[in-house]
Structures are given as structure tokens and as C-alpha cells.
């Protein structure tokens, strides 16, 4: 077997390039971009790869240390409500701003989703409340575009899309309130009609990040409309009323948050705010749909919470890998011990098979006119957000352990992954809510019949021997999991809700097992190599195998895959056995 990446050679994982160090991310890239990009991708990611790794890393250990903070009122008392925020700060939106994939759309590129997706990827293992900060612009964007009347078209668009930092409104997106953030029918603010699309709100909101956004939005209930979400409309609320005065957003409090400290997480009201109605043209607010039109940017949000807790996980093993290979205990290093080497197999075929799921849901991102792809999107996004959050938090964990005492400490790096790692099960649908939405999206759109055709097409690639044991056990799950669909479509109510987080824990083992048997296929017909096909057997061993009661029949021969696996090292078919 060919050496590959040695982690000893690193003293830090901050400071390399993350693009350049992570075999799987190009290979993905490779997979997913459309080939006339491909080239064209490779020196942005180069360059964002450094940026990451580099100055942004860098500065997020200091911002987590210096977290933005509240200034409500000027010298002479008069309400200002500012946050300040660290010149670090400013610099990492500054980088984000001009050197991101939003540069390239402002220079009327038509950036891949896929390569979005990388972008953010690499941000997320510096800093994930960063993505939070600069990454719901792009939303906000969306729904004035497809929303807005002309004349606030023309007003928000120029700087939501500005390819200058210092011309630039971001967005923001603020739903939850204190009674609640899953049960958005319970929202009391209320909004009231001035004339044509102009509105004011009053009302309190309970969560609020980034929170000094110059475009915001939000729903609120019109006077006089009904109960529940049917009575919701979308609005977008500006920073600034139409005169130039500071509108009537206040913020009360910057919230003391465990972790994504770098985005600012407030609790604001609304007081007599103008904003404007986003409705379809000719539309009022009785044609209301405000919670449906919000959720084409919430869909868009959860990937990316996906995307931030893949980062999270990739860093982790980063820091680990590197660990593993200088810290010494018994007279071998770390990663020579079996158990710390099968920990860092585990995470990394845990990256990868997080990875295999969120780009092929990026694949899929605004292919309107596709409908099977449109009904993927729909599963695969709550699908990935439920497994990448919690694997988020699982693979910090283990990074965290495998530093020990060290990895506690707040001065090396793992502490604050943990902390950040913690909110992606949260925000954005806490992993309950995103499991109904699993079940909302099959029993409504009948989605999941578009991901098990994917799904059989994904396995009926791996069709080289090498891949026939792990092909096996995923056609067995697969099998299984369309039994528990078709369960799930028939059972009532109650029942759906008590079983969806098991359904989509096996919806989401199977998609993962199966797309990495495509791209071990993939890899062993273009590379001539059958490292994925290691990484696709253990992931399918660990997950897909039916149960296994002690596990003590899994051979420490397995190890020996521990080159091909951790250090990327390509392997010969003839080389493995995997049965
Ligand atoms: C750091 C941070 C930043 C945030 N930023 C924003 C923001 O910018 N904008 C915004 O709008 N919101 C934001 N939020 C709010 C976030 O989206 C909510 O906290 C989240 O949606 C959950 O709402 P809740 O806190 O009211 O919990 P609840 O809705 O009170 O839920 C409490 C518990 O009950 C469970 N539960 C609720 N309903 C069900 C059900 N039907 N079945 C099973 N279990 C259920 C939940 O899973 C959870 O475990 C942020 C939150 C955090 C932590």
C-alpha cells in the first residue's frame, strides 16, 4: 500500500491549506462539479483553502475570546443599540464578503451549488458561527428578488449582491420568539398596513442572530388575519426606516451563548418597525403563505447547519490525526494503539459518509425544473442536517478525547468545536422537529420514493467484486428501510411521531452507505484505487450489518486499513479482502 498523507509532518492543523490536505473534498469535487467548472473551481478553492486554514482559523480563537457585544445607548443616553465587534471580526466578514463565492456571483459567475457548499465547508471547520454571520445573505437576496415590489427590489438588491464589503447589507432571518420556536403558530407579533406594501410591526423576537443585519426577515401575524401559520405573512424589515432614521428595532440583550460566539444572538422587539410585505404580485396578506415562502430560505439554512456540523467533524479529525501522530504513551504514539486507531478510522469514514450525503444534496440545490431532484432536495436536506448535527457533536467528542486532559482545555482547539458543535442539533429545527419534517416530506410528497430510486441506481453502480459484501449488506438495509417507510405511510399520527427519529436514522444510514458504494465504484473505474471501497465496507459494517450482539467477531485485521482509510493512501484491489 502507498503511504499517503503522514500527519507527522503537521505540528498544527491551523496554517495549512485545508483544500490541500483534504483528498475526500477534492475527490467530491470532482464528482460533483460540472466539468467545464472543474479547473475553473480549483484556484478559488486553493486560495479559499488557505484563507481558511490560515488568518481565519486563526482569528476565530480570537473572536470566540472577543465575542461582538451591545452598546444600547450613546454618551448622552440616547438608544443607539450597536454591536461592536472585533477588528477580527470585521477582517473574517471582509474575507468572506470578497473573497467567497458570493465575489464570484457579483462578478455574474454562476457558482455550482456544489462549490457553494465547499466554500462553506471549509469556512465551518474555522468558524462555524461565521457561516451563521455572512451565510444568510444569499437568502434574504432570494426571497426580495422573488417577493419584493420593484421599488424595493431596486433599493435591497444593489447591496444584498454589492460585490464591495463596504457597500454591502447582509441578512438575517428572525422567527423564533419566547413562547417558542418550533411552533411558529404561536407568533404574536403583529403587523399593521400603512400603504401599498409599507407596514409596521410590533412584536418581540426571542432569538435573533446576526442580529445587526441590515435586511431582516420575519413573519408576523396582519391585524385582523387568523389563527395559527395560515394567519402568518413573510416581511422584510430594514435597518433603516424610508426618512434615514434608525428603525424600530430594539435590541434588548446579546444573549451569553455557549458557543458560535462570533455571530451576535439577541432578543429584540419591534417597535412600530416599518417593514415591507414580501407577497407574490398582486398578493395581500390574506393570500398570506408567509411560512411557506420563509421556508424555501430555512430549507436552504438547515443545509448549511449540515454543512457547519461537517466541518466541524473534518476538523476534529484533523486535529486528532495530527495529535495522534506527535503525543506518545507507552512507548508508541497514539494513533499505534488500537483503540485510538480504530477511533480515528471511525471518524473519519463518520466525515466522509456525512460528506457523501451533503454534496449530493447540494447536487440537487435549485434544479426547479427537475422533479425528481426537487423531491430529493426535500428529504435529503432534513435527512442531512438530522445525521451531520449529531455526528457534529459525536466526532468533537472524540477529537476532544483523543487530546485527553488537553482536550478540555480552552488554549488548544477541540473546547470551542465542542461548544460551536452543540447549536447545529439546535438552530434552525431542533433534531425532533427535523425528524417530523421527514416524515412531512414523505407522507406529503411522497419524497422518499425519489430517494430509494436513487438510492437502487447508487447500488446498482457497485457492481465490481470487491464492493460485493458491503453491496449486500446495503441492499439488505435498503430493503429495510422501504418496509419501514411503507409502515410509517400507514401508521396514524401518533405513531408516525414516535417512530421518526428511528426512521430517519435508517433512511439516512442507508443513503450514506449507498453513495459511498457509488463513489467507491467511481473511484476504483477512474483511480484504480479501492480506498473508498475500505471506507464504504466499514461504514456499512458499523451501520447497514444486521445487529451484531458484542461486536468481538470484527478482526483486528481490520486495522491494517487504518493507511488507505486515515492517511488516504490509495490501495490495489487485489490488496483487500473485504468480506
Ligand atoms: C445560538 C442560537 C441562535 C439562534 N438563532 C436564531 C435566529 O437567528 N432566528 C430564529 O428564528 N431562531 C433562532 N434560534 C432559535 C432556534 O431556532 C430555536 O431555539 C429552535 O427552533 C427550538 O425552539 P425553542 O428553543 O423554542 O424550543 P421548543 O420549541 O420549546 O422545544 C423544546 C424541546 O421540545 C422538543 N419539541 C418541540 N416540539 C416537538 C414535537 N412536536 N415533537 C417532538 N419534540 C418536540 C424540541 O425538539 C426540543 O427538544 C437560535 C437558537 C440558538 C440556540
Known amino acids: 500500500m502507498a503511504t499517503g498523507i503522514d500527519y507527522a509532518q503537521f505540528t498544527s492543523a491551523v496554517g495549512l491549506n485545508w483544500y490541500l490536505v483534504d483528498p475526500n473534498l477534492r475527490f467530491l469535487m470532482d464528482l460533483y462539479l460540472p466539468k467545464e467548472r472543474r479547473q475553473w473551481a480549483e484556484g478559488y478553492l486553493v486560495r479559499w483553502g488557505e484563507l481558511c486554514g490560515g488568518p481565519i482559523a486563526q482569528r476565530a480563537e480570537v473572536i470566540d475570546k472577543n465575542p461582538p457585544r451591545l452598546e444600547r445607548y450613546d454618551p448622552w443616553g440616547r438608544e443607539i443599540c450597536q454591536i461592536v465587534h472585533h477588528p477580527h471580526a470585521i477582517a473574517t466578514k471582509k474575507d468572506v464578503w470578497e473573497e467567497g463565492p458570493h465575489r464570484l456571483r457579483a462578478q455574474g459567475e454562476d457558482v455550482p451549488p456544489v462549490l457553494g457548499g465547499a466554500f462553506n465547508y471549509l469556512l465551518s471547520q474555522a468558524d462555524t458561527g461565521m457561516v451563521c454571520a455572512t451565510g444568510m445573505t444569499g437568502g ?53 398596513h400603512v400603504e401599498g406594501d409599507l407596514w409596521l410591526l410590533n412584536g418581540s423576537k426571542w432569538f435573533c442572530s446576526n442580529v445587526d443585519a441590515k435586511a431582516i426577515v420575519t413573519l408576523a401575524r396582519p391585524e385582523g388575519a387568523p389563527e395559527g401559520l395560515k394567519g402568518l405573512a413573510l416581511f422584510l ?44 404580485p398582486g398578493g395581500g396578506p390574506t393570500e398570506a403563505r408567509g411560512l411557506n415562502r420563509m421556508m424555501s430560505m430555512v430549507n436552504a439554512s438547515r443545509l448549511g447547519v449540515a454543512t457547519m456540523s461537517l466541518g ?50 447540494y447536487h440537487h440545490v ?46 488548544f482547539p477541540m473546547a470551542r468545536q465542542l461548544r460551536d458543535a452543540q447549536c447545529h442539533t439546535i438552530w434552525e429545527g431542533t433534531e425532533n422537529i427535523i425528524c417530523l419534517d421527514v416524515v412531512r416530506a414523505m407522507v406529503k410528497e411522497k419524497a422518499h ?65 449507498c453513495l459511498l458504494l457509488e463513489e467507491a465504484a467511481r473511484e476504483l473505474s477512474q483511480e484504480g484505487s479501492a480506498r473508498k471501497a475500505a471506507v464504504a465496507y466499514l461504514f456499512c459494517q ?24 486515515v492517511q488516504f493512501s490509495p490501495v490495489e484491489p487485489g490488496d483487500l479482502a473485504l468480506t
Open 237 to 280: 424589515v430594514p435597518a433603516v426606516r424610508r426618512d434615514g432614521s434608525r428603525n424600530g428595532i430594539v435590541i434588548k440583550r446579546v444573549k451569553e451563548k455557549l458557543g458560535t460566539r462570533s455571530v451576535p444572538t439577541a432578543e429584540v422587539d419591534f417597535v412600530e418597525a416599518e417593514a415591507y410585505l414580501l407577497s407574490s
Open 140 to 192: 434574504v437576496a432570494d426571497l426580495v428578488e422573488r417577493y419584493a415590489s420593484p421599488q424595493v427590489k431596486a433599493q435591497f438588491l444593489s447591496h444584498l449582491l454589492s460585490p464591495s464589503f463596504s457597500e454591502a447589507w447582509d441578512g438575517a432571518m428572525f422567527m423564533t420568539e419566547i413562547e417558542g420556536g418550533s411552533d411558529l403558530a404561536r407568533t404574536a407579533t403583529v403587523a399593521r
Open 542 to 565: 458499523g451501520h447497514l450489518a444486521p445487529r451484531i450482539l458484542t461486536g468481538m467477531e470484527i478482526g483486528k485485521e481490520v486495522l491494517a486499513l487504518y493507511a488507505p482509510v
Open 366 to 411: 435549485g434544479r426547479r425544473g427537475d422533479e425528481e431532484s426537487r423531491r430529493l432536495y426535500r428529504i435529503l436536506v432534513p435527512l442531512s442536517k438530522f445525521r451531520a448535527a449529531r455526528r457534529g457533536v459525536e466526532l468533537a467528542v472524540k477529537g476532544l478525547e483523543i487530546m485527553g486532559g488537553n482536550g478540555y482545555i480552552e488554549n
Open 449 to 513: 420514493d425519489a430517494l430509494l430510486t436513487r438510492l437502487t441506481a447508487a447500488l446498482d453502480s457497485a457492481t465490481p467484486t470487491i464492493l460485493a459484501r458491503a453491496k449486500e449488506m446495503a441492499a439488505s438495509a435498503l430493503g429495510q428501510a422501504r418496509q419501514a417507510a411503507s409502515f410509517i405511510l400507514e401508521a396514524d399520527e401518533e405513531t408516525r411521531q414516535f417512530h421518526a427519529r428511528r426512521l430517519a436514522s435508517v433512511l439516512a444510514d442507508v443513503t450514506q452507505g
Open 312 to 361: 466541524i467533524m473534518r476538523r476534529s479529525f484533523l486535529e486528532a490525526a495530527i495529535y495522534a501522530h506527535h503525543r506518545r504513551a507507552f512507548g508508541r504514539y497514539l494513533f499505534q494503539l488500537p483503540m485510538v486507531r480504530e477511533t480515528l478510522m471511525e471518524m473519519a469514514v463518520e466525515t466522509e459518509a456525512a460528506a457523501a450525503m451533503i454534496f449530493e444534496t
